[in-house]
């Protein structure tokens, strides 16, 4: 079981700070796998409002919730049928509620996803579309046209959806010819919204008042680049990732990172800041924006307050790429005077613990590692993963941390197929895993059902035999364990104000494999040297390390009687 803080208001922002997202750590909850409440197997409200005592002894700033709204599930809730509700395998308003107000008790903002590019097709106004046929004002609330050749057999246009397949499905109209097609830049079920009609923009201001009326403190605004597409609807003949095309030069795809997007931010930036007290409430983007000075214009003073930057979680496990990945995101978002966010693992990604395991860690976005792929080096990757972690809660900015990784948790790369969920599963007929490996139920307690997931031992995904070692209850306490890191770590960060001031890479100490900042704080001034080199480097002298990420018990004083940082290890220390 966790241990609750030992005292909240030590480890919790002060509430009436209103910036506190420039340098908060914020912790994503994927519900469905969190913790499980009534014991169907999917994790839910109840579950999570019970465990949130561990986010606290975490030490974090706010949790993220992903999607828990009504929802068919045909891509885990990021196909949403009701915006203003919550799915009853979830729970009830009442649930969410409850949960707002135990995380504010413990000090926890509250930022929840919302999902405006698409709704469900289950969504009262695409079903209303359906029945309304052709030309009428339902339809314009979404992206229906006619198709291109002989009886608009052929769809529209060319794009791709981003999970596979073609973006665009023919609908049978109400007198059961077939008829118009709509477009889904995800899976057939995620029907686009029309973001030139009035009425869509009305609803999701009204969306947001909804759930701020509520109490939360902010949104995670899922495809934020995708709102609004080019006039015309050209051809784009590229596959259409999540981060497709997109260069510093152009030419620009057709349906990502529009210029006219921002006016939707501005207007709800206005929202928000209507809110008491001013300025508290906030935005994150989610937006897989290439280069760093386009990811900067969601940022600008009048829109967002962040924006994912995906720059560090893309860069390769060595030196220079990260020293740049740093510096890339750092100059783009100075500009805007916006702070920085970082992060290592979402519900999208294959988790970082796995992936630096692997020889290619900038890969795998959206498309998971599978049984038939080359298979991580586990202990490499959590050695990896601890020292990335490491260095990235030393840079100034925002931190998301995704759950299970402060247990060290692997991707499980060997899920049947039977029990993958993922749409981009079946919509590549199986040649691309998906996402599924990254969700999987986290261990709470090794020897109990589920590893503790769920109080019947039900599970809806398997769990991998090696999550019982990793369970909260086999490292809360242990010197040296991933979780004890990670707590150590956030603890500091904010004991030594590493979420802000100013960074410098230091000439001397740094080099190919080594990388080496200073980071001066209001508090102080800090040394982080992380070493990619094969060798052990030297502890600079008149240092005193904080933190080491090597494992086992009492990793700062085997360094202080070593004097060497070896391989793979970041070190925090401070200047005598
Ligand atoms: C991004 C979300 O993170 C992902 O999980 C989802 O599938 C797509 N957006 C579509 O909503
Ligand atoms: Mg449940």
Sequence with gaps: ???????????????????????????????????????????????????????????????????????????????????????????????????????????????????????????????????????????????????????????????????GGPAWTRVTEPDGTLGQW????????????????????AEFLDVLRFWLDRGVDGFRVD?????????????????????????EDGPTPPMWDRDEVHEIYREWRTVLDSYEPAGSRMMVAEAWVE???????YVRPDEMHQAFNFTYLGAAWEAPALRDAVD????????????????????????????????????????????DDPQPDAELGLRR?????ALMLALPGSAYLYQGEELGLPEHTTLPDEAREDPTFHRHNGQVVGRDGCRVPIPWVADA?????????????????????????????????????????????RE???????LRWDPTLGSDDVLAMRRSTPLGEVLVLTNLAPDPVAVPDGVRVVLSTEDGPHPERELARTGTIATDVTIWALLD
């Design 223 to 247: 495809v934020a680049n995708g709102l609004v597409k080019a006039e015309g609807l050209p051809d784009w003949d590229e596959e259409l990732a999540l981060l497709s095309g997109a260069t």
């Design 385 to 389: 993963a601890r020292a990335a972690t």
């Design 496 to 502: 030594l104000g590493l979420g802000q001031g100013e």
């Design 1 to 163: 079981m966790s241990t609750p803080p030992a005292s909240s208001s030590e480890t919790s922002p002060s509430p009436a700070s209103t910036t506190w997202w420039r340098d908060a750590v914020i912790y994503q909850v994927y519900p469905r796998s969190f913790a499980d409440g009534d014991g169907d197997g999917i994790g839910d409200l109840p579950g999570i409002t019970a465990r949130l005592d561990h986010l606290a002894g975490l030490g974090v700033d706010a949790v993220w919730l992903s999607p828990f709204y009504t929802s068919p599930m045909a891509d885990a809730g990021y196909d949403v049928a009701d915006y203003r509700d919550v799915d009853p395998l979830f729970g009830t308003l009442a649930d969410a509620d409850r949960l707002i107000e135990r995380a504010h008790a413990l000090g926890l903002r509250v930022i929840v996803d919302l999902v405006p590019n698409h709704t469900s097709d289950q969504h009262a106004w695409f079903r209303a579309a359906l029945t309304a046929g052709p030309g009428s004002p339902e339809r314009e609330r979404y992206i229906f046209r006619d198709g291109r050749g002989p009886d608009g057999a052929e769809p529209p246009n060319n794009w791709k959806s981003v999970f």
């Design 328 to 371: 890339r995101s750092m100059s783009a978002n100075e500009a805007v005077g916006a702070p920085t966010t970082w992060v290592l693992s979402n519900h999208d990604v294959v988790r970082h613990a796995s992936r630096l395991g692997t020889g290619k860690p900038g890969s795998f976005v959206g498309i998971g590692l599978g049984p």
């Design 291 to 297: 280069p760093p000075s386009r990811l900067a214009m």
């Design 449 to 493: 059902p589920a590893y503790g997931f769920s109080p019947t031992g039900e599970s809806w995904l398997p769990q991998p035999p090696e999550f019982g070692e990793l369970a909260v209850d086999r490292q809360e306490g242990v010197e040296g364990s991933t979780l004890e890191l990670y707590r150590r770590a956030i603890r500091l960060r």
């Design 182 to 201: 709509y477009l889904h830049l995800f899976d057939s079920g995620q029907p686009d919204l029309d973001w030139n009609h009035p009425e869509v923009r």
